[in-house]
């Protein structure tokens, strides 16, 4: 079936529940609301003009309208494909050309935006909950009462074309199906169920649903095992810790940035969390004692996954009762992984790190409009390779190490930026850390760290902490201190971005 009708086919199910609340109005929808207004949506955005193979670009925050809108449009037979907030008109317009937008989803705020985008786009309608000028309003496409349009449902036909992280080199579109999203949203709540909770499973939405994690781990998933999400629009500490008491969540799903502040960060210690259950980390590889030092903390299961945007979300989670520290946990059902060698593409012994392909009905269709990046991303045999560097031990286990194309080159050794990364966020006057490699005739490469310091750093010490921890290669040859590490909205670094402000900067010390 369609992924919007098994989600509102377990709406049904739970009709006064509710289902959505937003943490800063107070604003709730229960399950029945939710099915009938993405149906309404649906209905108005056909009364529009929307028809099937259109595209919906979603450009907002974490709103409760942000489901029905993007749901109400598969429905009518369309696609949807979010997009960063944060984005320029620049970048916008691009996207909308891309995936062939002609109707936005946006919020007040960002209505300028959209409509420059709009502009050097061609055009588009743009829909706008409250306050929406001259633009179509939010509200009244749900007035209509004409039945829902009637469009054929094909699970192979495209639902969502969001984008890659792009940390290394420009975004790609990935297209991801009916059946490639809903394949993985029932092997993940099937691989994490725990009997008895599904009906008081609170869930904090606060990663970005315009990126896979928030989309299928924390949006759809939630919704179709009836959890109540309480949607936040950005990550503010106060605001953050605020909503976790308050509406007292029991499932928290981060990236490494936010466990780093709720393992180490005073503040943390002023709010009652004591109705946490479960928090799952990912997006990034995260040190294993990281992992400890949080769970300790806050006193709940501290636990990490595995994914990418060409996975639909998720290929590994840890199964509840079945954590290892360090570990991205086990494959979900009906998938299958192989560690390759990245030089010869033989298989690796077990045990031995390599790149990880994985396989799977959750796995993506292709990137749009790029036949050779897709197939330089998928074999004939359908393996999908992931360019994650990882090992997975005896009891099938996966560990990640970082990113093949990030890897650092020292005198032919390879040098893992996560590692020592993971090594900086332990020392006590580090806030946050992010590693490269910089060009040297010599080495091939150097270990360049960039540190945001928490009060005063000496920059020469924290350079011999770290060499009496790792090998001669893997020390740093300079530290950096800087006001912040530029990540993407799910915490990966942008190391491009990192290695640009790198050579900038050297080469305005060599002139």
């Given at each position: 079936?369609?992924?919007?009708?098994y989600?509102?086919?377990?709406a049904?199910?739970?009709?006064?529940?509710?289902?959505?609340v937003d943490a800063?109005?107070?604003?709730a929808?229960?399950?029945?609301e939710?099915?009938r207004?993405?149906?309404?949506f649906?209905t108005?955005l056909?009364a529009?003009?929307f028809?099937?193979?259109d595209?919906?670009?979603?450009f907002?925050?974490?709103v409760?309208e942000w489901?029905v809108?993007?749901?109400?449009a598969?429905?009518a037979?369309?696609?949807?494909?979010?997009?960063?907030p944060?984005?320029s008109?620049a970048d916008?317009?691009?996207?909308?050309r891309?995936?062939?937008?002609?109707?936005?989803f946006?919020v007040a705020?960002?209505r300028?935006v959209?409509q420059e985008?709009?502009a050097?786009?061609g055009?588009?309608?743009?829909?706008?909950p409250g306050?929406?000028g001259g633009d179509?309003?939010?509200?009244?496409?749900?007035?209509?009462?004409?039945?829902?349009p009637?469009?054929p449902e094909d699970p192979?036909?495209l639902?969502?074309?969001?984008?890659s992280?792009?940390t290394t080199g420009?975004q790609?579109?990935?297209?991801?199906t009916?059946?490639?999203?809903?394949?993985?949203?029932?092997?993940?709540n099937?691989a994490t169920?725990?009997?008895?909770?599904?009906?008081?499973?609170?869930?904090?939405?606060?990663?970005p649903m315009?990126?896979?994690?928030?989309?299928?781990?924390i949006?759809l998933?939630g919704?179709a095992?009836?959890?109540?999400l309480?949607?936040?629009s950005?990550f503010?500490?106060?605001?953050f810790?605020?909503a976790l008491?308050?509406?007292r969540?029991t499932?928290?799903?981060?990236?490494p940035?936010m466990l780093h502040?709720?393992?180490l960060?005073p503040?943390v210690?002023?709010?009652?969390l004591s109705?946490l259950?479960a928090?799952?980390?990912?997006?990034a590889p995260?040190a294993?004692?990281?992992?400890?030092r949080?769970?300790?903390?806050i006193?709940c299961?501290?636990?990490?996954?595995?994914?990418?945007?060409e996975s639909?979300g998720v290929i590994a989670?840890?199964?509840p009762?079945?954590?290892?520290?360090?570990?991205?946990?086990?494959l979900?059902?009906?998938?299958q992984?192989?560690?390759?060698?990245?030089?010869t593409?033989?298989?690796?012994p077990r045990?031995e790190?390599?790149?990880?392909?994985?396989?799977g009905?959750?796995?993506f269709k292709?990137?749009?409009?790029?036949p050779?990046a897709?197939?330089?991303?998928?074999t004939?045999e359908?393996w999908?390779r992931?360019?994650?560097?990882?090992?997975?031990d005896?009891?099938?286990?996966l560990?990640?190490?970082?990113r093949?194309k990030?890897l650092?080159?020292?005198?032919?050794?390879?040098?893992?930026?996560?590692?020592?990364?993971a090594?900086l966020c332990?020392?006590?006057?580090v806030a946050d850390?992010?590693?490269?490699g910089?060009?040297?005739e010599r080495a091939g490469?150097?270990p360049?760290?960039y540190?945001?310091?928490?009060?005063a750093?000496d920059?020469?010490a924290l350079?011999s902490?770290?060499?009496q921890?790792?090998?001669?290669y893997?020390?740093l040859?300079a530290?950096?201190?800087?006001e912040?590490?530029p990540?993407t909205p799910?915490?990966k670094?942008l190391r491009r971005?990192l290695r640009a402000?790198?050579?900038?900067?050297t080469?305005?010390?060599?002139?």
């Amino acid at each position: 079936m369609t992924l919007p009708r098994y989600i509102r086919e377990q709406a049904r199910r739970r009709g006064d529940k509710t289902a959505i609340v937003d943490a800063s109005s107070g604003s709730a929808l229960r399950y029945g609301e939710l099915d009938r207004d993405i149906g309404r949506f649906a209905t108005g955005l056909a009364a529009r003009g929307f028809a099937p193979g259109d595209t919906l670009l979603m450009f907002a925050p974490n709103v409760p309208e942000w489901p029905v809108a993007a749901l109400g449009a598969l429905v009518a037979g369309g696609r949807v494909s979010g997009a960063n907030p944060q984005s320029s008109a620049a970048d916008l317009s691009r996207q909308m050309r891309d995936t062939s937008a002609r109707f936005v989803f946006t919020v007040a705020a960002l209505r300028e935006v959209v409509q420059e985008a709009a502009a050097a786009a061609g055009g588009a309608t743009i829909i706008v909950p409250g306050d929406a000028g001259g633009d179509a309003a939010y509200e009244s496409l749900l007035a209509g009462t004409a039945p829902e349009p009637t469009v054929p449902e094909d699970p192979d036909g495209l639902a969502a074309l969001p984008y890659s992280s792009g940390t290394t080199g420009l975004q790609k579109c990935v297209m991801l199906t009916h059946r490639t999203i809903l394949s993985n949203v029932l092997q993940y709540n099937a691989a994490t169920f725990e009997p008895g909770t599904d009906d008081r499973m609170v869930v904090l939405a606060l990663l970005p649903m315009f990126h896979i994690f928030g989309f299928t781990v924390i949006m759809l998933c939630g919704l179709a095992r009836g959890a109540r999400l309480i949607t936040l629009s950005r990550f503010e500490p106060a605001r953050f810790l605020q909503a976790l008491q308050e509406h007292r969540v029991t499932h928290l799903a981060v990236v490494p940035p936010m466990l780093h502040f709720l393992a180490l960060h005073p503040l943390v210690g002023s709010y009652d969390l004591s109705s946490l259950e479960a928090i799952g980390c990912g997006a990034a590889p995260l040190a294993g004692t990281l992992e400890r030092r949080a769970a300790e903390r806050i006193r709940c299961r501290v636990a990490q996954g595995y994914g990418m945007t060409e996975s639909s979300g998720v290929i590994a989670t840890t199964y509840p009762g079945r954590s290892r520290l360090g570990s991205s946990g086990q494959l979900l059902p009906g998938t299958q992984a192989r560690v390759i060698d990245p030089v010869t593409l033989a298989d690796v012994p077990r045990g031995e790190a390599g790149e990880l392909w994985f396989r799977g009905p959750q796995a993506f269709k292709g990137y749009l409009g790029q036949p050779e990046a897709t197939a330089a991303t998928i074999t004939p045999e359908g393996w999908v390779r992931t360019g994650d560097l990882g090992h997975v031990d005896a009891d099938g286990y996966l560990y990640l190490t970082d990113r093949l194309k990030e890897l650092i080159k020292v005198k032919g050794f390879q040098v893992a930026p996560a590692e020592l990364e993971a090594l900086l966020c332990t020392h006590p006057q580090v806030a946050d850390a992010g590693v490269i490699g910089r060009p040297d005739e010599r080495a091939g490469e150097l270990p360049i760290g960039y540190v945001v310091a928490r009060g005063a750093l000496d920059v020469d010490a924290l350079r011999s902490w770290v060499a009496q921890r790792v090998p001669e290669y893997k020390q740093l040859a300079a530290v950096v201190l800087c006001e912040a590490i530029p990540k993407t909205p799910s915490g990966k670094i942008l190391r491009r971005a990192l290695r640009a402000q790198d050579a900038s900067r050297t080469s305005g010390s060599a002139d």
